[in-house]
């Protein structure tokens, strides 16, 4: 892994689903009882795994016939997923690692997810990373931030506009490579996500990172136990 000379990074911005904790087991479930509860047949595993991260406005159009049940799929996976299913997620190995180094060297950090930031806030909270971040930003419950671009723009608000040189986006999905790309950022692909095959190398990832430890590299961190004590792997 080779990682580009820059600025010195000071503010990381994380994406949530597939790069801080695994959320396929809730998204999934509740998105299979709304195309049920609708009438619409499942989908494939590989096309199950293609929705994971970005947003639903955006890709379920194409896999339910158009927009005209958009909104009742939108609804029956909300409510499904509010009622448990949204808390059927796990950090990553590593990941609490990652973070505490980066708290420990002073950068600052956020989530910006394409989640709704309604469920968004909740989950980090569940998850007991919120300690680590600024702010938790996603999109609004009315889809209206609908590219990653937009949640960026609106996390890197929050934080008072760091310089662009400054800043580098973590994330698993092009989306999230080409949305940081839009603010002149820089963005780390975590491979351990829901990517698919290829997908961050070809939107241009720098560097690409095949497990969370690799993020100490990427991000200029202390590993753990360069100084003696051994940190422990997340669950």
């Not at 299913?85 to 590593?94: E, I, S």
């Not at 969370?212 to 004590?229: I, R, V, W, Y």
Request: hydrophobic residues 45%; aromatic residues 6%; glycine residues 12%.
């Amino acid at each position: 892994m080779t990682v580009p000379s820059a600025v010195p990074t000071s503010v990381v911005l994380f994406d949530l689903d597939g790069t801080l904790s695994d959320s396929a087991p809730g998204i999934l479930s509740a998105l299979r009882h709304a195309f049920a509860v609708n009438g619409i047949a499942p989908l494939d595993a590989h096309t199950e795994q293609a929705l994971l991260g970005p947003p639903f406005y955006e890709s379920l159009p194409p896999l339910i016939g158009g927009t005209d049940r958009l909104d009742a799929v939108i609804a029956a996976y909300r409510e499904r997923y509010a009622a448990g299913d949204m808390y059927d997620t796990r950090v990553y190995a590593g990941i609490s690692d990652a973070l505490a180094a980066a708290r420990d060297a002073g950068l600052r950090m956020a989530v910006a997810t394409s989640k709704p930031e309604h469920y968004a806030l909740p989950i980090v909270e569940h998850l007991g990373l919120d300690g680590y971040f600024e702010t938790v930003g996603g999109d609004e419950l009315d889809g209206s931030l609908r590219t990653k671009a937009l949640v960026i723009d609106k996390v890197l608000g929050r934080l008072g506009r760091p310089a662009a040189d400054s800043v580098v986006m973590v994330g698993d999905r092009s989306h999230d490579v080409t949305g940081a790309r839009e603010h002149d950022i820089r963005c780390v692909g975590a491979g351990w996500g829901y990517g698919l095959p290829g997908e961050l190398v070809a939107a241009g990832a720098q560097p690409l990172c095949s497990t969370p430890h690799e993020l100490f590299d990427a991000l200029g961190l202390a590993a753990p136990g360069a100084d003696g004590d051994a940190g422990a792997a997340s669950a």
